[in-house]
């Protein structure tokens, strides 16, 4: 069994920081990629930043200079600093991780549950 939990959502103003957390833990071997996205009200779930295991990122372009992704491999927890918060970036912001359980298991995907980020003065 593997557990995607993500904190460190909140109420924020225009112009803010926040820096979100997905912490992984159960049974794993190894982690590989992992993905932040995000689903804003009425909207539907977008890829916001992707993150290798050799930590090559990506960013979809409306949050590009703004966010930064990291991982921590040691603590099987990935990150994601968010700055100049605007009201669009409101929504409830998931991981994704492909996770290898055991030495000769398979990547599988697993999702963590979600923690809103509200951007708003």
């Known amino acids: 069994q593997v557990r995607l939990v993500e904190s460190g959502g909140g109420l924020v103003q225009p112009g803010g920081s926040l820096t979100l957390s997905c912490a992984a833990s159960?049974?794993?071997?190894?982690?590989?990629?992992v993905r932040w996205y995000r689903q804003g009200p009425g909207e539907e779930r977008e890829l916001v930043a992707i993150?290798?295991?050799?930590?090559?990122?990506n960013y979809t372009a409306s949050v590009r200079g703004r966010f930064i992704i990291s991982r921590d491999n040691a603590k099987n927890t990935v990150y994601l600093q968010m700055r100049s918060l605007k009201p669009e970036d409101t929504a409830v912001y998931y991981c994704?991780?492909?996770?290898?359980?055991?030495?000769?298991?398979?990547?599988?995907?697993?999702w963590g549950q979600g923690t809103q980020v509200t951007v708003s003065s």
């Open positions: 159960g049974s794993i071997f190894s982690i590989g990629i």
């Open positions: 993150i290798t295991p050799g930590v090559s990122a």
């Open positions: 994704s991780a492909d996770v290898k359980r055991g030495k000769f298991d398979n990547y599988g995907t697993d």
